[in-house]
Antibody, heavy 117, light 107 residues
Framework: QVQLVESGGGVVQPGGSLRLSCAAS????????MHWVRQAPGKGLEWVAF????????YYADSVKGRFTISRDNSKNTLYLQMNSLRAEDTAVYYC??????????WGQGTLVTVSS | AIRMTQSPSSLSASTGDRVTITCRAS??????LAWYQQKPGKAPKLLIY???TLQSGVPSRFSGSGSGTDFTLTISCLQSEDFATYYC?????????FGQGTKLEIK
């Protein structure tokens, strides 16, 4: 069965950096695009970034463009999100998600990132 | 970015009711629309993609319709497990965007 397990969340000061990882299993990781989606406490869903199956194209929300970088290592079945210049408004649960024809058919359990001094 | 607007933002209904949630896109998105259900403390679950295609394993009481700018999610006979928050999402163009959510509560 498909499993997506995020890690790397935690508390970081404003201006700091954090790298999230997502270990994928149960499907052919190298054949699917992958997304990051976040949800601030008590708020709705916000799409963050997408990477194509082969890493050839990447797309970002305007709110994170230039600060966040999505990447993947198909040899390790792992998705990453490098987050720099973090702000209080980046505080959220970050979900790793598998693409299905543009939508998302599988989600991880999420990892909480808290940006606070 | 394409803006997605859901209505209502919240809705009270009873088990057995038929409910409809609406999602409107700020520009045409063809049928590139998905619906998700989210329960507190859980990850979202895909219900419908391509505006009207039911995801595998999702009960047939859920249905979706629409194209262009106006879409609906209908639950034909509410069950207790359906009380949750529902989101639409467009994937016609990047950045993909979600609606603000509709919270379905028990009356």
């Amino acid at each position: 069965q498909v499993q997506l397990v995020e890690s790397g969340g935690g508390v970081v000061q404003p201006g700091g950096s954090l790298r999230l990882s997502c270990a994928a299993s149960g499907f052919t990781f190298s054949s699917y695009g992958m997304h990051w989606v976040r949800q601030a406490p008590g708020k709705g869903l916000e799409w963050v970034a997408f990477i194509r199956y082969d890493g050839s194209n990447k797309y970002y929300a305007d709110s994170v463009k230039g600060r966040f970088t999505i990447s993947r290592d198909n040899s390790k079945n792992t998705l990453y999100l490098q987050m720099n210049s973090l702000r209080a408004e980046d505080t959220a649960v970050y979900y790793c998600a598998k693409d299905w024809l543009g939508s998302v058919d599988y989600w991880g359990q999420g990892t909480l990132v808290t940006v606070s001094s | 970015a394409i803006r997605m607007t859901q209505s209502p933002s919240s809705l009270s209904a009873s088990t057995g009711d038929r409910v409809t949630i609406t999602c409107r896109a700020s520009q045409g998105i063809s049928s590139y629309l998905a619906w998700y259900q989210q329960k507190p403390g859980k990850a979202p679950k895909l219900l419908i993609y391509a505006a009207s295609t039911l995801q595998s394993g999702v009960p047939s009481r859920f249905s979706g319709s629409g194209s262009g700018t106006d879409f609906t999610l209908t639950i034909s006979c509410l069950q207790s497990e359906d009380f949750a928050t529902y989101y639409c999402q467009q994937y016609y163009s990047y950045p993909h965007t979600f609606g603000q959510g509709t919270k379905l509560e028990i009356k």
